[in-house]
């Protein structure tokens, strides 16, 4: 019973570690396990992910509402081809946080994005920051 005990735990840590991605960001390129997949730039306000082929771009933008103390920060991400986008305020999207979940929710596969994962990405993370700024 304990061999089968230390057998399930080292297998279970195992799967955990093939599924974790090393991601850097270098030089404009996107490193993914060490091999170049996207190229990115950035400024202080918005970064842009590109893919190796230059035909999907997405746009990571921090937006701030208000002044001082009182304002906030939220998130929006832009799909340009697509033409979708959402916000969030719960997550604070960076770079590398916005790969991993892209890597984990399977819309980047093998350095491209799978357009038909894309609404499903928006509906998990989308709070409807402008809206409710507008509506206000």
């Known amino acids: 019973m304990k061999k089968l005990l230390v057998f399930t735990l080292?297998?279970?840590?195992?799967?955990?570690t093939l599924n974790a991605q090393n991601i850097k960001f270098?030089?404009?390129?996107?490193?993914i396990d060490g091999v170049s997949c996207l190229d990115y730039t950035s400024s202080s306000t918005n970064a842009e992910i590109?893919?190796?082929?230059?035909?999907?771009?997405?746009?990571?933008?921090?937006?701030?509402?208000g002044?001082?103390?009182?304002?906030?920060?939220?998130?929006?991400?832009?799909?340009?081809e697509q033409e979708k986008s959402f916000t969030s305020k719960s997550y604070i999207f960076n770079k590398k946080l916005l790969v991993k979940k892209l890597l984990s929710d399977?819309?980047?596969?093998?350095?491209?994005i799978d357009?038909?994962?894309?609404?499903?990405?928006?509906m998990k993370?989308?709070?409807?920051?402008?809206?409710?700024?507008?509506r206000h």
């Open 106 to 112: 399977a819309v980047i596969v093998d350095c491209g």
């Open 10 to 16: 080292i297998f279970a840590g195992t799967l955990g």
């Open 125 to 134: 993370y989308d709070e409807g920051i402008e809206e409710t700024l507008v």
């Open 26 to 31: 270098k030089k404009g390129d996107v490193l």
């Open 115 to 122: 357009e038909s994962k894309i609404d499903k990405f928006i």
């Open 50 to 65: 590109i893919t190796k082929d230059g035909n999907q771009t997405i746009i990571l933008k921090y937006i701030r509402t």
């Open 67 to 80: 002044v001082g103390h009182n304002g906030g920060l939220y998130t929006k991400v832009v799909f340009v």
